[in-house]
């Protein structure tokens, strides 16, 4: 059984910029979450993607968006990327199931860095 | 607002001492807790649900609603116990799987 990755690890980006990050969920999830770890803080729910539609999002402005793909596996996309969007960024994947109660699947995450 | 608060950013022990790692929250409604633990250099992973009421390496955690808190306890600390631990939220009847997390506490686990 394969755990939950993410491509890439690091990424140094410009104010201003784009960014598209990757996320493979684990064998069997249909569930995919984003967080924002920015430092010294615990992680802040962006969004969530169950069936390739958005089934949730946290306080995060519109240039945030996602996808999921039939394979379950899922984008994060930045646009106008501003120096506070430096963080760690997780990916988390759940199994089909009560979604409140699941235990959520971390990925190692990618740290984006704005200059 | 919901909110999960744990007081602590650094609770330092010696090995063999008890363990009690704070968290209060602020949430209308049931809500479902967790404990989730980073190992260094490793990804975050659950460490217990309140729901389980289970023991998991030794570490209970229960959800006391009139204090609203689920602070977690260890009766006695092993240094592989240091890593740093997050307490999490979900709404209990959403199907929406957010969790909100506090900012974390680093455990300490001296020799």
């Known amino acids: 059984e394969t755990g939950v990755t993410q491509s890439p690890t690091h990424l140094i980006k410009t104010r201003g910029q784009q960014v598209t990050l990757r996320c493979s969920s684990q064998?069997?999830?249909?569930?995919v979450s984003w967080y924002q770890q920015a430092l010294g803080q615990g992680p802040q729910f962006i969004f969530q993607?169950?069936?390739?539609?958005?089934?949730g999002r946290g306080n995060f402005p519109p240039r945030f968006s996602g996808l999921q793909f039939p394979n379950y596996s899922s984008e994060l996309n930045v646009n106008a990327l501003e120096l506070d969007d430096s963080a760690l960024y997780l990916c988390?994947?759940?199994?089909?199931?009560?979604?409140?109660?699941?235990?959520?699947?971390f990925g190692p995450g990618t740290r984006l860095t704005v200059l | 607002a919901q909110r999960v608060t744990q007081p602590e950013k650094l609770l330092s022990v010696f090995k063999g001492a008890p363990v009690e790692l704070k968290c209060n929250y602020s949430y209308s409604g049931s809500p479902e807790l967790f404990w989730y633990v980073q190992y260094s250099r490793q990804r975050l992973q659950l460490l217990l649900r309140h729901i389980s009421r289970e023991s998991i390496k030794g570490f209970t955690a229960d959800l006391n609603k009139g204090e609203t808190s689920f602070h977690l306890k260890k009766p006695f600390a092993q240094e592989e116990d240091s890593a740093m631990y997050y307490c999490a939220l979900a709404h209990g009847s959403s199907n929406t799987g957010k969790l909100i997390f506090g900012q974390g506490t680093t455990l300490q686990v001296k020799p």
């Open positions: 993607y169950y069936r390739e539609e958005e089934n």
């Open positions: 988390a994947s759940s199994p089909p199931g009560r979604a409140s109660t699941d235990t959520q699947y």
């Open positions: 064998s069997g999830h249909n569930t």
